[in-house]
């Protein structure tokens, strides 16, 4: 028997409370929708901005560290600086998150606290990925964007931190200038970033696709770069017109993505539509229909569209891109670390055979529809409408939770 | 000793838990020889530079012709050149995977 290597799969009880506390997130934040009226429901307002920071650092963050624990020394061809690091990143994640949260709705005082423990939590992780980074010899294009998203992520969350000592009166800044600067690096910078540099090699590698041309991607990635930095610029000059045309570079910066993401689509030897297929096929589109509805916000300048923009963005684009990664990751380090030990002496599940496969269907079935009448919803500024969508996703995060848990503890 | 499909027989009880194929029909191997004294050679690719399993993928083939009589040392060449594609998969894989 061979030494079974651990660089490219760090121990799985490392990874898998990311995961856990991730879906938990992710059934809290469903959960959130149930509070919301359709009068409450603006930009700036408080509950909007505590859901927000629940759905993305709880459970977009969370689930993209933990991730990023077992992707980066795939991606990045090197092995972590520092694994064991993560181990603290999730609890300071998420008293953090909780903290914040709990800040924006009832205790503008604790924001500060939370706004810091959030900001240990991501220095530790963009720290051990920028020293990880530093033993790369060959730059890639994935590994030029893992790089980009990180020192976007690292500004965007200082920028943070200013604002939410601004929000409990510690000191006296304008939060509106550096709003959209925190926004744009953490949301479009890092997440959006992130998710289009693994792409490139997440896709692929599923989908077992060849000859396609990567330039698209560098194209995109370097137009979406150059459309956080003129957000950035615009909160500094006060300038309508670097913020016009930081919209304008990240739209047409997404839709070149999107050109790219069909290209692997069409260049697929695997043709199944599985959880994983589904997931990303869902996502992909809701991302299509975020920037449509993006566009037709700045002509029209009616706050529903941007809204239901947003919501696609967030619940339709990055939570089934994630959903779907998740059918893939949890499986592969389930079976490396229980499994892989046994390959030669008996028989050892397939990875597919690890997936819940109704109840993964119920989770993307319920979640889809719950998106797309939720997006209605806040078009429309129906009430009840928002219940029902809400009533269909709270199904699927339920469905969600309890794939993660049967993954995690299949044997 | 033994003769490359000797070898390639052997090769094939590694299956790629991902896809569910064995190597050699999805032709990840490209090579494989045998010397008197017991000394084998495999050249091989992975579908993805970035596949996480590809430590496991040549400690299993590795340990396959290991198993085989009177060998007593496998060398794994993992090479990039050519570069995998579906074209080089056997026709029941190719058949399994465009199912969809």
Not at chain 1, 10 to 35: E, M, R, T
Not at chain 1, 121 to 130: P, Q, W
Not at chain 1, 259 to 266: E, L, P, Q, S
Request: aromatic share 16%; proline share 4%; glycine share 6%.
């Amino acid at each position: 028997m061979f030494p079974v290597s651990q660089d490219f799969a760090p121990p799985f009880k490392l990874i898998s409370p990311f995961f856990i506390l991730g879906s938990l997130f992710y059934l809290l934040s469903v959960l959130y929708l149930f509070f919301f009226s359709i009068e409450n429901i603006s930009m700036l307002d408080a509950k909007v901005v505590s859901f927000v920071h629940l759905f993305l650092l709880g459970f977009i963050m969370m689930t993209i560290f933990g991730a990023m624990a077992q992707l980066v020394p795939v991606v990045l061809e090197v092995g972590h600086f520092g694994v064991e690091l993560f181990y603290a990143i999730w609890p300071l994640l998420s008293i953090g998150t909780i903290l914040m949260v709990t800040g924006f709705l009832n205790y503008p005082m604790i924001l500060p606290f939370g706004g810091v423990v959030v900001l240990i939590a991501i220095m530790i992780f963009v720290m051990e990925i920028f020293l990880t980074i530093k033993k790369v010899k060959k730059f890639n294009l994935v590994m030029s964007s893992v790089l980009i998203s990180n020192m976007f992520l690292f500004f965007g969350i200082i920028f943070g931190l200013v604002m939410a000592l601004g929000y409990a009166g510690m000191i006296n800044i304008d939060i509106n200038s550096l709003l959209k600067s925190h926004v744009f690096l953490v949301i479009v910078g890092y997440i959006v970033i992130t998710i289009m540099g693994l792409s490139m090699v997440l896709l692929p590698m599923f989908g077992l696709s060849h000859g396609f041309s990567t330039k698209p991607l560098k194209i995109a990635i370097t137009i979406v770069s150059l459309a956080v930095l003129s957000t950035v610029l615009s909160s500094f000059l006060d300038s309508k017109l670097f913020a016009y045309i930081s919209y304008m570079l990240t739209a047409l910066g997404l839709f070149i993505y999107f050109y790219f993401i069909n290209t692997i689509y069409k260049t697929r030897a695997r043709k199944e539509i599985d959880i994983y297929a589904k997931s990303l096929i869902f996502a992909y589109f809701s991302l299509i229909a975020s920037l449509i509805l993006a566009i037709i916000y700045l002509t029209l300048d009616y706050e529903p569209l941007l809204l239901s923009s947003g919501w696609l963005m967030f619940f339709g684009f990055f939570a089934f891109a994630i959903t779907g990664h998740i059918y893939k990751i949890i499986p592969f380090l389930v079976w490396f670390e229980r499994f892989s030990p046994l390959v030669g002496k008996q028989k050892v599940p397939m990875l597919a055979d690890m997936l819940p496969k109704k109840s993964s269907s119920v989770q993307f079935i319920f979640g889809a529809i719950g998106v797309v009448v939720v997006a209605v919803a806040l078009l429309l500024q129906d009430d009840t409408f928002i219940k029902a969508g809400a009533s269909f996703l709270l199904i699927g995060a339920l469905a969600f939770v309890r794939n993660v848990f049967y993954m995690i503890n299949y044997r | 000793m033994y003769s490359k499909e000797e070898l390639f027989l052997a090769i094939s009880t590694v299956i790629d838990p991902e896809v569910g194929f064995n190597l050699v029909e999805m032709g990840l191997i490209y090579d494989a020889s045998c010397d008197e004294e017991g000394n084998a050679y495999v050249k091989m690719t992975l579908s993805t530079k970035a596949c996480p399993m590809h430590q496991l993928i040549q400690q299993w083939v590795k340990e396959a012709v290991l198993k085989m009589a009177n060998i007593k040392n496998v060398e794994i060449e993992l090479v990039w050149e050519p570069e995998w594609n579906i074209t080089m998969a056997n026709e029941n894989v190719k058949k399994a995977l465009s199912r969809g």
